[in-house]
Structures are given as C-alpha cells and as structure tokens.
C-alpha cells in the first residue's frame, strides 16, 4: 500500500526553497506526510450514490487551506479518471452517484500546497439496496462474545460477518478485525474469542460484497471480568526460572488459540498497520507489559531467552490436544504445559492457524524499532524472529509471583526494630532497606514485578546516615485489636515516652493509616505516619515503608515480633535419617522447644520412610551454647508404631562437631561412633563394624520420645536408707560422696566422675533387723531408667556378710528416683525374696547390726542392655 506521490515537474523544490504564501507558513524542509499517513476508508452506499471517507494523520498544525483533501474514482482501478474534493479536515467524506450493482473503484487523496499529492490504497464499492444491520449481544464471558447481524437485499454469494475493533470510530472499526459467520442469511450469529476481560470493544454487522462492502451501525460491548488472578492455580511451575501461564492470554481453555496482539497492543483488535500506534520501545517489565497488565501486576511478558530455555530445558514434543496443534513442554520436574500454534494475522489475514506459534516477548528490535522481537515454532522449527509490530501474534505470560495472605492479625503483638539491641539480629540484615517508591506487599512479600522502579537494597548495620545507632535499644510498638497502639519510645538519650494512637489496616491495599509516627529510631525521613505501605507482615516479621518524598524510593523499617524473639531462644530439635537409598533428610526440623519447657520427655512424630540405618542423628541446636552442662538421652523409639529395641550405650553424645548444638549420634557411618566407614557397635543389634542395619526401619512413620536436663546432673549424692522394723533410720543418709555426669569427649558416652560409694552409717537401734535397705538417688530415673548397678560388699558392725544370691540385689526405681534394692518389704524384693534372708514378717533379720552397716556399690551402666 505505498502512496503514490506526484510531483509538478521542479515547482515542488522550488517551493520548498522560495515559495512563501500570503498566510507566512514557515518554510518546511522535511516531508510532513509518510507512508501510510492517507487512509482510504469504507463507504456508505445506496442504490445510485455512495458517501466515501477519508483520513490523513500529520497535518494537525496545518491551516485548512494549506491543503486539500478528496477522492479519485472511476471504473476500473488503473481508470481513476473523476476527482471530487472534500472538506480539509483529518477526516474527510465525499459523495459520488452512480447506477444500480455500479462498481466505483475510489482512492483518497491529500494535495499540499497545490504542488504535491499523497494517496491511499484504491478500494471498490458498489451501488446497492443491500443492508446490514447489527444486531445485539446474545451471549458475554470475560473472554469471547456471541454477536448478532441481520441482511435484506443481498445475494446469495455474498459473505456477512462482524467486524469488530478496540479502536472507538466508525473508521477504526470498519477497519477493524472481521469475524466471518459461517453462512449468509437473514439473521446469523459470530462467536468472537480472544478478548480481555473487562475491555470495551466495537462492532459491526457487515455484508462483503466482493466488490464492496456494506456495514451496520457500530455499536459497543464490554466483556466480563474474570475472577481475581490465583498465581498458584494460573501458572505452572516447570522447574524452570519462571512459572509459565497455563494459557495463552484472552484464552478460556488451555487448548484455545486466546487473543492475537500487535507490539504494545493492550486489548487486541487492532487492525491498524500505523506504527504510531504500536510501541517502539522494550515493553517487558513496563505499564504496557501486556501480561503484567492482564494478570493484575503479577506476571509479565517473556523475553526470548526465557523462550529458549522452555525448548531447551523441557522435553517437547509435537502433538494434538482436543484436535489442537501444538507443543507440549514437560519440564524437569514431570509438570507440563501446551502451546498451541496459534498462527498470527495482519489486519483482518490470518496465516499459520494450525501450524506454526507465533509468541510475543517484551523486546523491540534493537536495530529497528518498526520491529518487534517474538519467538516461532512449528513442528519442526523453533527459534526467535522480528515481526512488523503490527504483527498479531499469541501471548503466553510468565511469572514469578507467590501468593502469600496477608492476615492483618498478625499485627497485634509486640514488634521491636531489628537493630541488634540484643546481640543478633533476628530477621533482617539490619534496621532499614531501601526499596523503589512504588513497592508494595505484592511486589516485596509476593515478588510481583514493579514496573516503575528496581529498587532493592539491603543496607546492614552500618548505614547510620539514615538515622539510627546501631545496637540501641528504641523501644517496640504494640499494636491491639481494638484499633489502638502503643508506642513505646526510647530515644537515643534514654528518654521513654509511651505514645498512645490508633491504627486501621485496609486489607485490600496492604496499608496501615496510623496516627502517631511509627517506632522510627532517629531517622529523617518525614512522613512516619498517615497511610504507609506494608511491604512484609509475617508472625516474625513485619515491614513498613516510609516514602523518601523524591518519587523514586523508600525505606522500609525492619521489625521483628516478641513471637519471633522468643522463638529464637527456643532450642530447634532438626533429625537427620538416611539410608542406603540416599532418600533421607538432612537438618529436618523435627521439634522447637523453649529454654523453659527443656526439662523433661519431648516426642516428636517424622512422616516418611528410611530403608535402613546408615545416618541417624539428632541435633539440638545451641543446647550446649547455651546449656553447657545439658544432658539429652533418648527413651523410645517406634517404627511405624512399634517400639524396638536399642541399646543406648552405643549412641554417641555431646557436642560431636564442635558448634555448639547437642547431638545425640544413633547411628552414623561418618561419625564418632564409626571408623572406616563402619559403626562399630550397631545399638540396633548385635551387629558390629556395620555400614547400615536394616533393623532400623520404617515405611510411614518415625517417632521418638527423649529427654533432656538442661542443666545436667552434677553434684548427685547416693542416699542409703535402711528401717528398723520400729520405722526408726535414715531415709537420705550419706556422707557427702557426689558424682557428676559428664561426656567423654573422646568416645562420645556419658561418664561418672564418681561410680564407686561406700557409705556407712552408725546406729545402735538396728539389731533387731530391717524393713527397707536400699540406695537411692533422687531424680536419676527421669534420664537414665536403665542404670543397673551392683552391690560389691555389705558389712554388718564391720563384718563382710557372704553367701547372699547377688541376683536378688536389684534395680527398681520409686517413682523418678532410682534404688539399688537390697530389701524392700513393700517392694521387688518383698515379693520376690531377699538376697540375705527370708522374711519375718516385714523384716530381715539378717541386716540386723548392733553398730554399724556399710554398703559398697558401683554404678555399672547408665543404660539397659538389650538381650539380642
């Protein structure tokens, strides 16, 4: 469609130069018009006469008698042999009679000066009685419109349809994308697809004539809007660097070809082949990212790498869904999506539907920017192209967003700034980050695109120029559900001022109007109340931005909850459980307790399965940081709800790795209980110098049940109790021998600092034998339930007693406290017998003595020993 131009032999250089008219027009030395500045528009026709229109775009400076604008016509389009002129305006129309079924072939114009003349695309109409009239709306979703039209007069060989544009105009819409119905008749309907939710868009009934065309009125639609933009069901994680959209834009299903866009073309239908009305530069990540602008801030366009990478990264594969050509992309981690080749159009052609994919990236050529760089395929091609940006083509958009709720709830509590007043910091790097002045909770806590700045960084501990002394303490806010808060402040000279206020939070814009300046430490930044952004709210964290008033950034301040502060002085319980199969889990978080609620049995539940025992530990972190004389032993272990057998003697303890955390080694081939690969002593069987043991095993479930001491036990004192048959004796005496429970460093295992006791007591009122004699420690059972110790000698008035059955001296235990049972006659021993006698009654008089009993023992094992 290139203009003709026809030049009056050398006056038109000769003006440009010299000519200078009564109105002093200044003289031009560039052309004013370009190549497609003339447009050749519809006609409206009757039987005998036609009214045809015009249009010329560049001429808007100009005075109306610096050119004239018009029409040639004629019989033929090589025979324009008639001129009509017409009104000097951007818009022009003229009219010309005619005769019944007459073909007229006409062709705007536009004369400059008298001396240069530009020309559109010569069309044909034809004199007619024929009528289309459009109809109404039959049928409306966010995406597609079932449209109505009705004929009279024409032939039967006529084609009718509806012409439908995004442009408001009478021209622009007879100009737009035609939609033809499948047959002509009195009445018809044409599905439209490929629309945006919540566009207005411009139609007419039209009857092609062959040699014209004839439209209806226009009239207007504006399509449904869509439920709000779900990221997590939208887009498809491929294990790709982006998520990839399920569909193509303006489509409903994942098969439908969905809308065909031109470069910066934000509602589609638009058939126009101006540059000016497309983009001419990158609109990735911009206000015109057509797929930003669909998903509501949450996706953007493709560029072509991203492109590449979907072919190259995924197993593709040509294929048919629902009759549908196109790829299947399979990505890394088994999810897949469909393309469908979706063809492209210019104007109202469509080409490759069926055959080849034609997908928009945000990127204009950087060597001509009448071109646009998109990406094609078919089945045996794939690669990027440039496209006239006029060009329609498919989109398909990308994103990275999450979709994490926002609970304003989690505002009420205690929030301090994150200014290592403590010794750490708890969530951020430091008290402030600098951010662009349009971030928000989307773009910061669900990593939406911010299309006007990018802005992100995290500025530490030593940015004190912002306003703040790294290291103080000012104070928290506390924020209550019934809309009040309390800001306590601390200013950097000691001053506490409690600031009283309210607050509301709008849900929907992720903002906080609070009254009173929020805790700030001393910064100068001005507008610390009003309504702020929240850019992060989390149990443990929460950010609030205030603006730097240039337009192009903000601060955020940093602040971590009470919540968060007490969570991180609980002690993290993380397991670590593989086997042979290499299927385990590394540092999984199996338990977090407070320092507060560590005495005591914890039990903790993993969901999962390990195929035998390679690695198994436990790790309690900081617990010996913190705790340095803590104690953790394990009590049960169910596999898949039963209890097996261990022997904890095996297990290794303390702080294996030097780090600070607690382990309790059960089994590791890499660790202190192993040497060559090989665990030495297997506490799950008999099994020795062992690279696994399937003993160890579970296909669902793992639960074990530990205790701790925090503060260990140290300075543990043996009792013996014995009682004359008249409840006289002692029932905690000792002469002041303790033990300590320490680990040994080098073999991993718990050890005494004292095994062996002899106590002797003295007393000249036990000759008539004893109802109880035993040693006791207090509180031993709560860690250690399987100490087995032994009686090494008993003296009576300073005589060894010999000949007792050692068997009958026996471990028990009296709630947490253990005994070495030497008679009980309301115990083990009472029912099964003594080791030094039979019962009298309640009594023994065998451990009678007139002054003195001593009894030596040795604890022997902390830990019971299975029977294989």
Not at 163 to 170: A, D, R, T, Y
Not at 276 to 293: F, G, Q
């Amino acid at each position: 469609m290139k203009n003709k131009i026809f030049f009056c032999f050398m006056l038109l250089i000769a003006g440009l130069f010299t000519a200078c008219s009564d109105d002093d027009y200044g003289i031009n030395t560039g052309a004013l018009l370009g190549e497609n500045s003339v447009i050749t528009g519809s006609a409206d026709v009757t039987a005998t006469s036609a009214t045809v229109h015009g249009s010329v775009s560049g001429l808007e400076s100009q005075a109306a008698s610096a050119y004239t604008t018009g029409f040639y016509y004629g019989p033929a389009a090589d025979a324009l042999v008639e001129r009509v002129t017409a009104n000097s305006a951007g818009e022009f129309s003229a009219s010309i009679s005619g005769m019944p079924n007459q073909t007229v072939f006409y062709q705007a114009f536009v004369t400059l000066q008298g001396r240069v003349t530009y020309t559109g695309e010569v069309k044909s109409l034809i004199m007619t009685n024929a009528k289309a009239a459009t109809g109404d709306i039959v049928d409306l979703t966010p995406y597609t419109a079932r449209l109505s039209g009705s004929l009279s007069e024409y032939p039967s060989d006529a084609k009718c349809g509806i012409v439908v544009s995004s442009v408001e105009g009478e021209e622009n819409v007879r100009a737009g994308v035609k939609v033809q119905a499948t047959a002509v008749g009195d009445n018809y309907e044409v599905d439209v697809k490929g629309m945006l939710p919540g566009h207005k868009y411009y139609y007419a009934a039209y009857l092609d004539l062959g040699a014209g065309v004839v439209y209806g009125d226009v009239k207007e639609l504006t399509t449904n809007y869509a439920p709000a933009v779900d990221v997590d069901n939208e887009f498809v994680d491929l294990g790709l660097s982006v998520k990839w959209a399920k569909r193509n834009i303006a489509a409903e299903q994942v098969t439908d070809f969905g809308g065909l866009f031109g470069f910066g073309d934000n509602a589609g239908y638009n058939a126009s082949i101006k540059l000016e009305d497309y983009a001419s530069a990158n609109i990735y990540r911009t206000v015109t990212d057509l797929a930003y602008l669909t998903y509501e801030g949450k996706a953007m366009l493709p560029t072509a790498d991203e492109y590449e990478e979907l072919f190259r990264c995924c197993k593709t594969e040509w294929t048919e869904q629902d009759g549908v050509s196109g790829y299947k992309f399979t990505g890394p981690n088994g999810n897949s999506i469909f393309m469908p080749a979706a063809g492209s159009r210019t104007v109202s052609d469509f080409s490759g539907e069926g055959t080849d994919g034609r997908y928009m990236t945000g990127s204009i050529n950087p060597s001509d920017s009448r071109y646009s760089l998109c990406y094609n395929f078919n089945s045996a091609y794939n690669g990027r192209s440039s496209v006239p940006v006029y060009t329609a083509m498919s989109v398909r958009a990308v994103s990275v967003a999450k979709n994490v709720p926002f609970d304003k709830k989690k505002l009420c509590q205690k929030w301090y700034l994150d200014n290592g007043q403590d010794g750490k910091q708890h969530v951020f790097e430091g008290p402030f980050t600098q951010w662009g002045a349009h971030d928000t909770y989307g773009t910061v806590t669900n990593n939406e695109p911010n299309v006007y700045e990018q802005i992100h960084w995290e500025m530490g501990k030593d940015n004190g120029w912002i306003g703040y002394t790294y290291g103080k303490d000012y104070g928290y806010m506390e924020f209550l559900e019934d809309g009040t808060v309390n800001i306590h402040r601390i200013a950097e000279d000691g001053t506490v001022t409690d600031d009283k206020g309210k607050y509301t939070v709008d849900t929907k814009a992720k903002t906080i109007t609070i009254d009173k300046d929020v805790l700030a430490a001393n910064t100068w930044l001005g507008t610390k109340s009003g309504t702020l952004n929240i850019l992060t709210l989390t149990d443990d964290q929460l950010q609030i931005a205030l603006p730097a008033g240039d337009g192009t950034y903000s601060y955020s301040l940093n602040y971590y909850s009470e919540a968060k502060r007490e969570k991180d002085d609980e002690i993290p319980v993380l397991l670590n459980c593989c086997g042979t199969d290499w299927a385990g889990v590394w540092d999984c978080q199996v338990g977090s307790i407070a320092p507060s609620d560590l005495d005591g049995d914890h039990t903790f539940a993993f969901e999962g399965s390990c195929p035998d025992a390679m690695v198994f530990t436990l790790d309690f972190v900081d617990l010996k940081k913190k705790f340095p004389n803590s104690i953790v032993t394990i009590k049960e272990i169910k596999c898949d709800g039963k209890a097996i057998e261990f022997d904890a003697n095996n297990f290794c303890y303390g702080d294996i790795e030097d780090d600070g955390k607690f382990r309790v080694e059960l089994f590791n081939v890499y660790g202190k209980g192993a040497a060559n690969g090989n665990v030495l002593e297997s506490p799950f069987s008999s099994a020795t110098n062992c690279a696994s043991d399937a003993a160890f095993k579970f296909s669902n479930k793992l639960e074990v049940t530990y205790s701790i001491v925090k503060d260990g036990l140290s300075n543990v004192v043996p009792n013996l109790i014995t009682i004359n048959p008249s409840w006289g004796g002692p029932w905690d005496y000792n002469q002041g021998a303790a033990l300590d429970v320490v680990i040994d460093k080098t073999t991993g295992k718990y050890a005494l600092t004292k095994s062996s006791f002899s106590i002797k007591y003295d007393s000249a009122d036990h000759a008539a034998g004893s109802i109880m004699t035993f040693i006791q420690i207090n509180d031993w059972m709560k860690v250690f339930p399987g100490t087995h110790s032994t009686l090494d000698r008993l003296l009576l008035d300073g005589k060894a007693v010999s000949g007792y059955d050692a068997q009958k001296v026996v471990d028990t235990s009296d709630g947490d406290a253990y005994r070495l049972e030497l008679w009980n006659c309301y115990g083990y021993t009472g029912s099964n017998g003594c080791a030094f006698g039979n019962r009298d009654g309640d009594v023994i008089k065998e451990l009678g003595f007139n002054s003195s009993m001593q009894v030596d023992f040795t604890i022997r094992r902390l830990f019971a020993k299975p029977q294989w």
